[in-house]
Nanobody, 123 residues
Framework: QVQLVESGGGLVQAGGSLSLSCAASGRTFSSYAMGWFRQTPGKEREFVAGINWSGSVTYYADSVKGRFTISRDRAKNTVYLQMNSLKPEDAATYYC????????????????WGQGTQVTVSS
C-alpha cells in the first residue's frame, strides 16, 4: 500500500499563488509517475498535472499551462504543485495520485490517491 498525504491548500485571492505538497510513503515502486487532479462538487475529477519518475517529463492540462508547475523530490518521495495567477475557476479539492509507469490523464488509471486538500480562490 502507498499512503499519500497532501498539504498546502487554503484560501487565496484571485491572482495569488499557492503551493501544494504531497508526500508518499509505504510501498515503493521501481518507477512511478505522480500527478495532481482536482474536483469540484458535481463534476468529475480532472487531470491537472503529471510528472514522470525522473522528473524529466511533465504534462499539464491546458487550463493550467503556464500558471502551474509540478515538480518532485525523489529523495523525499514528494511531489509539489506551484500554482500562480490563480483564478476563481481553479478552486477545487486537489488530489495527488501515484501510478506505475508513465503519465496518463485518465483518472481511473492511477493507482493510489491522497485524501485531498481544499483550494479556495476568492474573486
Amino acid at each position: 500500500q502507498v499512503q499519500l498525504v497532501e498539504s498546502g491548500g487554503g484560501l487565496v485571492q484571485a491572482g495569488g499563488s499557492l503551493s501544494l505538497s504531497c508526500a508518499a510513503s509505504g510501498r515503493t515502486f521501481s518507477s512511478y509517475a505522480m500527478g495532481w487532479f482536482r474536483q469540484t462538487p458535481g463534476k468529475e475529477r480532472e487531470f491537472v498535472a503529471g510528472i514522470n519518475w525522473s522528473g524529466s517529463v511533465t504534462y499539464y492540462a491546458d487550463s493550467v499551462k503556464g500558471r502551474f508547475t509540478i515538480s518532485r523530490d525523489r529523495a523525499k518521495n514528494t511531489v509539489y504543485l506551484q500554482m500562480n495567477s490563480l483564478k476563481p475557476e481553479d478552486a477545487a479539492t486537489y488530489y495527488c495520485a501515484v501510478r506505475t509507469g508513465s503519465i496518463v490523464v485518465v483518472t481511473t488509471r492511477w493507482d493510489y490517491w491522497g485524501q485531498g486538500t481544499q483550494v479556495t480562490v476568492s474573486s
